[in-house]
């Protein structure tokens, strides 16, 4: 049963746990065939309910349903819910059968002794639909593949082991986050879910209960919401085991060690009063760097908007939204490129500002970056700044409609190393890193660029794509690069979404298409992907994104040519 209060009581709550105290005695019990149905119903509702999830959507959003916008809504909530429920599924169907989720996964040797898994793409409908993507989820050294097949598949490897009470704290800005931080606490680490839906997301409540209806008729799954209260009860409350945030490192250090100055002492001294174990997911600083060699005038244009897509994709309210854009002072095409970047910054569609805070936050960025200058809608975008400044574009993460441009010297292999060490040593956080290169380019460096790749820090790397791309990969993990703390937990401890509950992951390098469709092959990497549905200038990206989870439901060649036909109107 789920609880549908407008605002859960404490007596609700207990009631709640209760529920869920039953049902992890229950869930010891499931078998992993009848697991594999549930993940299978899941998916099924969230394409099922769809259009009503959209809707809630974008009310939170306050954006009309029949806007392109709205293909931000399709794409990045019931799709994403979907296809991971269905990859999860197909990972406890081989355990079931008794194999491993990765025994047809190609492993490929990566820099550093590592082995890196080719997760993406593993149909022909990826190839398709997805042209020119790819995906290789690093290992961290020292794993060897016999190794990493072996323990493939987490706690379900043994079923019957649960693991308590997990409280979920939902995110505020993306609708998919709540049900699949839901989805991982579950089956990787098989424990009972108590979900709290972020305020902002209440009208998120009824969809995300839909969709999550048969692990909570099964008693696993609790859905609730509430304000501060709610969420600090569930915490503190003795039955529950672990805690699972999706935030902001500030709402992170309040759980763990307190609020003020007590709880800024008790961070420095390495002393939380929180006794149990959190996971977390907290954004950061994400940078986009620009190795411009070889680019044309059209590839500038698309670039640029490219980069006002990685800032302005959800308004700005993304923790892996890009806020630094990292290029090299030398080069000849810089001016254009920022007049490209400001032009595609404010041809960007008008949309409210509908996450709290924002305009507090553009008010401190425009405040202390004396070259800010405001934009179309209110955006602020920060150029002329060098790495010897010290921005608070380096080390505050913005979470609105904020970009930053930052010049930094050298050319070649001399400007990847400086990049490098800028955003590895100056930008706060680990979670994602974005690079554009043309692949010639990259070809010429050689070696070179795969130490650069090597030395980033970040959970997930996207080259001539975007790190949202590995958000969306069901199969990858995503969250901060490892090694965080509790006391130093920059982007998050621990990953979420790796649907094929792979442990000892390091990162996600994501590859796309320098071009899109038409001029990739003179690049030497062809793809039929045209301009992406979720660049937020698409005109067809509403229609897009509707097709694709229909086709998610019912994936059949029949259904490819009208989602081609608007991906090309896009």
Not at 36 to 62: D, F, G, I, N, Y
Not at 241 to 267: L, P, Q
Not at 360 to 374: L, S
Not at 505 to 516: H, L, S
Request: charged share 20%; net charge positive.
């Amino acid at each position: 049963m789920t609880t549908t209060s407008e605002s859960a009581t404490f007596a609700t709550l207990d009631s709640a746990l209760e529920r869920l105290k039953e049902g992890e005695r229950r869930w010891a019990t499931v078998p992993l065939s009848r697991r594999t149905e549930l993940l299978q119903e899941v998916a099924q509702r969230a394409v099922a309910h769809a259009p009503s999830w959209v809707e809630a959507a974008c009310r939170v959003k306050r954006i009309s349903p029949s806007s392109p916008l709205s293909g931000e809504e399709w794409l990045s909530g019931p799709y994403a819910v979907a296809t991971n429920a269905a990859a999860l599924a197909h990972s406890l169907q081989a355990l079931s059968s008794g194999k491993n989720p990765i025994s047809d996964v190609p492993i490929t040797p990566v820099r550093g002794g590592r082995i890196g898994l080719d997760v993406f793409p593993r149909t022909v409908w990826d190839r398709v639909l997805l042209s020119g993507f790819s995906a290789r989820v690093w290992l961290k050294p020292g794993v060897s593949a016999e190794q990493a097949r072996s323990t493939a598949g987490l706690a379900q490897r043994e079923p019957t082991n649960t693991q308590g009470i997990s409280v979920v704290l939902g995110a505020g800005n993306i609708t998919s986050i709540a049900p699949l931080d839901t989805l991982y606490e579950l089956f990787a680490h098989n424990r009972v879910v108590v979900l709290k839906l972020n305020p902002v997301m209440d009208e998120m409540f009824d969809a995300t209960c839909a969709v999550l209806k048969p692990l909570s008729d099964v008693g696993v799954v609790e859905v609730v919401r509430g304000g501060v209260d709610v969420g600090a009860y569930l915490v503190d409350h003795a039955d529950t085991t672990h805690v699972h945030i999706t935030g902001s490192a500030a709402s992170h250090d309040a759980i763990v060690f307190g609020g003020g100055a007590e709880g800024e002492a008790r961070r420095k001294k390495g002393d939380p009063r929180l006794r149990k174990s959190i996971t977390s997911e907290l954004g950061g600083v994400s940078p986009a760097i620009v190795v411009p060699d070889g680019w044309s005038e059209r590839d500038i244009e698309f670039q640029a908007e490219h980069l006002a897509t990685q800032r302005l994709h959800n308004g700005g309210y993304n923790c892996i939204g890009t806020q630094v854009v990292v290029m090299p002072i030398g080069w000849s095409g810089r001016g254009a490129f920022l007049r490209a970047l400001r032009r595609q910054v404010d041809k960007a569609p008008q949309r409210p500002a509908y996450y709290p805070g924002s305009d507090d936050r553009i008010a401190d960025a425009n405040q202390h970056h004396p070259t800010a200058k405001t934009c179309e809608n209110g955006r602020l975008l920060i150029e002329s700044l060098s790495a010897d400044d010290e921005a608070r574009a380096f080390t505050v993460e913005y979470f609105s409609p904020v970009l930053a441009v930052v010049q930094l010297p050298g050319e070649g292999a001399d400007f990847l190393r400086t990049a490098s060490e800028f955003v590895n040593e100056r930008l706060a956080g680990t979670l994602g890193a974005n690079v554009l290169i043309h692949p010639r380019y990259r070809r010429k460096l050689g070696q070179a660029f795969d130490v650069f790749l090597e030395s980033l820090r970040y959970g997930t790397i996207a080259v001539n794509g975007w790190t949202g791309v590995g958000y969306l990969t069901a199969q990858a993990p995503w969250g901060g690069f490892p090694g965080a703390t509790l006391s130093t937990v920059s982007s998050g401890i621990g990953v979420v979404h790796n649907a094929l509950l792979v442990p000892e992951t390091e990162r996600t390098v994501i590859t796309g298409p320098f071009r899109p469709l038409k001029r990739s092959l003179i690049t030497g990497q062809f793809s039929i992907t045209p301009k992406p549905a979720w660049f937020v200038t698409n005109r067809q990206a509403h229609h897009v994104g509707r097709k694709l989870v229909a086709f998610v439901g019912d994936p059949k060649l029949t259904r490819l040519p009208s989602i081609f036909a608007s991906a090309l109107r896009g």
